[in-house]
């Protein structure tokens, strides 16, 4: 079975639905390293020796890994300037892109263990061979990437520190869909004015309404 190949496409939303370009690893990582963050308010009560720690969100993963460009002609012998084959990768990953006002979206593959959909967050360059006349050969090629979330994906956490989303259905109440998700109806107010509402009497039915955590009340 043929080795496969770390792979990175960019597309133009973050529907992750329109392919405009990919770039294929001339060699796969040695590792990669993926990291998990939990934000933390760290609130003292007055007269407590200690804080405590209260949860605000888990924030986006992110991704770190190294790629290595050849010129040399050990890994591709059609790959003869490793500032074209860099220029290649950086227009799927970094370059702007004016028709999205901002750099692609992203997705990293590797097989079925990887998949990632995702944005670039850092790139450095570290060119470790030349030629005689101080043309690059190879360099080493350090990315990093931070997990991309839609703003409207629900959370299937049934938390009330976490974001929830709801999509109305004829009968739906505001305060009973808020009593579902925050275990009261004292919230109601607040989820009435992040959602804009005019009336928490009437609600649209195929409407979306976003339930934000309490910890941002």
């Given amino acids: 079975m043929a080795l496969k190949q770390l792979m990175i496409r960019a597309f133009k939303d973050d529907t992750f639905g329109s392919e405009i370009g990919s770039y294929t690893a001339m060699l796969n990582p040695e590792s990669y390293t993926q990291s998990y963050n939990i934000s933390y308010n760290e609130e003292q009560a ?16 992110t991704l770190k890994f190294d790629l290595i460009f050849d010129a040399t002609g050990v890994v591709n012998t059609s790959v003869t300037d490793v500032g074209s084959e860099i220029q ?26 990887l998949v990632y959909q995702c944005k670039l967050t850092g790139m450095t360059v570290n060119y470790t061979l030349f030629k005689s006349d101080g043309t690059p050969l190879r360099a080493k090629v350090t990315v990093d990437f931070k997990e991309y979330v839609a703003p409207t994906k629900p959370i299937k956490d049934n938390s009330p520190d976490m974001t929830h989303v709801k999509t109305v259905v004829s009968g739906d ?32 039915s195929g409407s979306t309404l976003y339930f934000p955590p309490l910890a941002s009340q």
């Fill in 46 to 61: 007055p007269g407590t020796p200690e804080a405590t720690l209260k949860y605000e969100k888990s924030t986006p993963t």
């Fill in 88 to 113: 290649k990768f950086r227009k799927v990953v970094y370059d702007y892109n004016g028709n999205i006002h901002s750099p692609n979206y992203l997705e990293v593959t590797w097989g079925n263990a």
């Fill in 173 to 204: 109440l505001l305060p009973s869909l808020t009593y579902n998700v925050y275990g009261d109806e004292t919230h109601l107010l607040k989820v009435a004015e992040h959602n804009k509402l005019d009336s928490i009497l009437h609600l649209k």
